[in-house]
């Protein structure tokens, strides 16, 4: 059973920092692209921030500089960032993967973590 778990969510103050860790477990193979999204209240899930198994990043505009996403291959773990939290960055991010043979791949979700950024 492929189970991912995301951690480090939280209460912050604006123009602080968050670092959340998302591990993946389970028979999961050929993982490629390891995601970050968020869903604010009200609004729809939107992609933060996106990895591939080569290293490549790719970010939302309005996470741009303040995020930073990362992969550990060998444990199967994404991790992000967040420095200069908003209050707009409250929401619930999830992490999400694209795992399984070439032509049979797959995304799994992880449940979320909540993060709020208020004063």
């Known amino acids: 059973q492929v189970q991912l778990v995301e951690s480090g969510g939280g209460l912050v103050q604006p123009g602080g920092s968050l670092k959340l860790s998302c591990a993946a477990s389970g028979r999961l193979f050929n993982i490629t692209t390891m995601n970050w999204h968020r869903q604010a209240s009200g609004k729809q899930r939107e992609l933060v921030a996106s990895?591939?198994?080569?290293?490549?990043?790719n970010y939302a505009d309005s996470v741009k500089g303040r995020f930073t996403i990362s992969r550990d291959n060998t444990q199967n773990t994404v991790s992000l960032q967040m420095n200069s939290l908003k209050p707009e960055d409250t929401a619930v991010y999830y992490c999400?993967?694209?795992?399984?043979?070439?032509?049979?791949?797959?995304?799994?979700w992880g449940q979320g973590t909540q993060v709020t950024v208020s004063s």
């Open positions: 990895i591939t198994v080569g290293g490549t990043t």
């Open positions: 999400a993967i694209y795992a399984g043979p070439r032509l049979s791949v797959r995304y799994y």
